[in-house]
């Protein structure tokens, strides 16, 4: 993804058509180090390609992705049917994970400034 995203910066700034060196050295600038095969293979996939029209077709192919939505509606549509009992169970989740974390620190055996 960090390739494609690059590529990305470097052809929404004006390089119509980016290198792997200009790739490469917007990664380096994060410092990412770059995988030459995993440059090369999004270099050759979009070479050639308008970017704009690549991202269009990319919304179209999300919008038939299904997100889920309908399971919180169906949720929230019904919040005396058990949708109160799962925020208890959360804090209670929530307080163990202190209590936790509080133990491994006894654990260690020595304090900071002993």
Known sequence: ??????????????????????IKSILES???EADSTRLEKVISELKGK???????????????????????VATS?????????AAPAAEEKKEEKKEESEESEDDMGFGLFD
């Open 1 to 22: 993804m960090r390739y494609v995203a690059a590529y990305l910066l470097s052809a929404l700034g004006g390089n119509a058509s980016p290198t792997p060196k200009d």
């Open 77 to 85: 549509a019904a919040p005396g049917s058990g949708g109160g009992a």
């Open 50 to 72: 308008n970017v704009e029209e690549v991202i269009a077709t990319g919304y179209g192919k999300l919008a038939s992705v299904p997100a889920g939505g309908a399971v919180a």
């Open 30 to 32: 994060v410092g990412i």
